[in-house]
């Protein structure tokens, strides 16, 4: 399972979660961080990634197209950096389970 983080979520997680998600990307490494949702969305898809994004947009968008791509939402409102990397770490065997579930759309993390 691969991670693609939105341009929302912020560039101080680069160091910080290569140790439990190796290889994650975030949408300014593939040059989309000015991209429209729809071609963040079809990014993922095309590839094969998972969507990680603190706002909901890809959460909504997931209800219309269903997967893929899968969206972890990690639903903090106004948080740190620090925060939301604890968040995935916390989280990070619900994660990986989520990305071996078959048809699964969507996972919120709070």
């Keep these: 399972m691969k991670l693609l983080f939105d341009d929302n979520l912020f560039p ?22 000015r ?16 969507i990680v994004s603190n706002d ?13 791509p899968n969206v972890v939402w990690i639903r903090r409102g106004n948080c740190t950096t620090a925060d939301i990397e604890a968040t995935l770490r916390s989280n990070r065997t619900g994660v990986l389970e989520f990305g071996a579930e078959a048809g699964a759309a969507f996972l919120v993390l709070s």
């Design 12 to 33: 101080g997680l680069d160091g910080g979660l290569s140790d439990v998600f190796p290889g994650f990307l975030q949408v300014r490494h593939v040059g989309l961080s």
């Design 56 to 68: 909901s947009d890809f959460h909504q968008v997931s209800f219309l197209r269903g997967p893929p």
């Design 35 to 50: 991209a429209s949702d729809t071609a963040i969305w079809n990014y993922a898809k095309e590839h094969g990634l998972t």
